[in-house]
């Protein structure tokens, strides 16, 4: 006759622990893996939108694309400063979706919409577009119209930025920026760029300025910068600029380097 032996709560609570430890482990050594492929796969999307944003200045004579609204929403683009949008316009010459060719959050927040950013700390249910890539803002002024922002201009193409990773609503502020910095909105600045990766589990400033940032330049090449190549210890951007002028940056933020962002 076979006997049967349940489990004691012991030994069940032993198994669980077990589990539990498995399960950390496997968290720890995934977690570097994960972060690497998040970065990976916004490195891609923001080499797609290079793509689409030399493809987009090679057809209009150099210019660059327009700002458009900072907080657009879906289906946008009838009136004609949105219909030239940097995120209608761009993507679309990149073989992807604009903005305005979405009309719901679902098929936005999506790893094939280049503007899509995977380490980004989406809200659970954003019902607008939220950006994580935005365009560069310091490239225009007030008496700058769009007509006048042109690749021919750019002083230093190679090093000035176009597109820049930044940061949404609930994301922590980098040292010297605020929370209301991080707006998801489609314009970026020094005040607003997010490194998310590379990230050292340290909470101290000078830590946190190792970790790296996904950048689009003039030139149409991208590139992950450390967070102390970028801004300075207060969030704001160098002045000068670059080393060449007496700068400690390796980024320019506007059309002349030699100019104040």
Aim: charged letters at 15%; one cysteine or more; aromatic letters at 8%.
């Amino acid at each position: 006759m076979k006997s049967s032996r349940a489990f004691t709560l012991i030994e069940l609570l032993t198994v669980i622990a077990i589990i539990a430890i498995l399960a950390i482990m496997v968290a720890v050594v995934a977690g570097p893996f994960q972060r690497t492929a998040q970065m990976t796969q916004a490195m891609n999307n923001m080499k797609q939108l290079g793509a689409g944003f030399m493809n987009y200045t090679g057809s209009h004579d150099g210019q660059l694309p327009g700002a458009g609204s900072k907080q657009p929403n879906f289906g946008s683009g009838d009136a004609d400063t949105e219909a030239e949008a940097w995120y209608n316009v761009v993507p679309k010459m990149a073989g992807a979706r604009g903005v305005r060719d979405f009309s719901n959050a679902r098929d936005f927040y999506k790893k094939s919409n280049p503007l899509y950013v995977p380490a980004a700390e989406y809200p659970p249910n954003p019902n607008s577009p939220l950006f994580a890539i935005a365009m560069n803002s310091l490239l225009r002024g007030p008496d700058v119209p769009d007509s006048a922002v042109r690749l021919a201009n750019i002083g230093a193409p190679s090093v000035t930025i176009i597109f820049l990773e930044t940061g949404i609503p609930g994301e922590d502020p980098l040292p010297g920026q605020s929370s209301g910095s991080y707006n998801g909105g489609s314009e970026g600045s020094p005040r607003n760029v997010a490194a998310r990766y590379k990230r050292p589990s340290s909470k101290n400033p000078n830590d946190l300025r190792e970790a790296s940032t996904n950048l689009l330049f003039a030139d149409g090449h991208a590139e992950s910068l450390a967070l102390k190549y970028v801004i300075s210890s207060n969030g704001a951007p160098y002045y000068p600029q670059l080393p060449q002028h007496g700068g400690e940056g390796k980024v320019c933020w506007t059309l002349d380097p030699e100019a104040q962002p």
